[in-house]
């Protein structure tokens, strides 16, 4: 489990069944996959699966029923294969994770077949996602044709699918606390290796070396690794939003946009700053650097429960678009700009994103036509950003800028609480980090 309480993922299961009536919620962990050959990828299992199950088993199944008062789970396992197990470590068999886990009953993954029509007749719906794995797929599909059958006979059974998000997306909304502890020391974690990473950032060294440092940074502080891909471009790379090749060297005069985020427990970091390769902003960089950083802190004071999230996106956008039309980048009026979205040419992307299990974590954004609205135990990220790739025409003193500023936010009774806080952003605050390398 992680490290988590047991009592955690019941009380999460109390939930998933007040909400399912007499249908059923079906969960699979995913599988290991093969790099190439013989060679495995590192398994993380399914979000939703652990988020309900604390289980870390690969190839595994998890149906949730309601039954009485309490539920059940059981939980479909793989069998143990000791021959196996001398290449790839110990596992647990089936009567020990149904102590662990506090499963109602645990089977063998071979018992699938004889197991599962049962546990999913006599129910209204089944919550499944559809191409999670091939085989249940093929199972739920078998009961839906049995029910068409047999249904007009007097018989009961699912008549449809439906996503688990319906159920599970609006819970993982909400964190925890122990949910906020792994993503605080992600973020805690992700802030103090950007720190540690900059002895690697100048003039010659390659952006792939930064990303190695970041990703020491977060296994030396306990991370099990990195939340997802790490971004460093320099130079033009820095204006390609999700570049991760990290295969180019930096030069004198460049920035470097770095984009990383330690994992903790499953539970992810995202942080995003940009540095000057040479220890220094250029009068432009610079420039355009306090554009983005301005718009990062007035949407971040933006933040507090009763707000609408869109809010925060036009506060971002109001403070990038007067400071592009200040850089002459823009003419006109701000609300034409804004209107028309001419903007987004220099920020394409949204403001923030919801953060936890995954980096773009689940939870919907627009209740009905309207914005979501913010409430305490909400965790998003904040990164306005301006980019200039050098197709950009007529204002070549800007060509290969890319900067952006992110933060993960805690909505909290009175605000908002900064989970990566020690990580400098005011610009001579971070060339003085660059400076302390020396």
Known sequence: MLGFSPNLFWERRKAVFSNLDESVLVLTSGSIRNKSRDTESIFRPDSDFFYVTGVCEPDSVAILRPNGSDGDLVLFVPSRDLDKERWTGERMGPEEIKEEYGATAVYGRHQLEEYFPNLVTNTDKIYFRIGSDQRVQDLVFESLKATRLYQPRGGKGPPGVL???????????????????????????TSESFCEMLEYCSPGSGEWELAAALEFGFRKRGASGNAYPTIVGSGKNSCVLHYSDNDRRMEEGDLVLVDGGAEVDLYAGDITRTFPVSGSF??????????????????????????????IHRVAVGQLVEGLIDLGVLEGSAEEIIDKKIYKKFFPHQTSHWLGLDVHDVGDYFDGDQSRILQPGMVLTVEPGLYFPPATESIEEFFGIGIRIEDDLLVTANGSESLGASLPVVAEEVESLLKDRE
């Open 163 to 189: 996503d688990p998000g319906c159920i599970l997306d609006e819970m993982r909304l909400f964190k925890d606390e122990e949910e906020l502890d792994r993503i605080r020391r992600a973020a805690q974690i």
């Open 282 to 311: 250029s009068k432009v960089q610079k420039e355009v650097y306090e554009v983005v950083q301005r718009s990062h802190e007035c949407a971040i004071n933006e933040i507090s429960p009763g707000v609408a999230l869109d809010s």
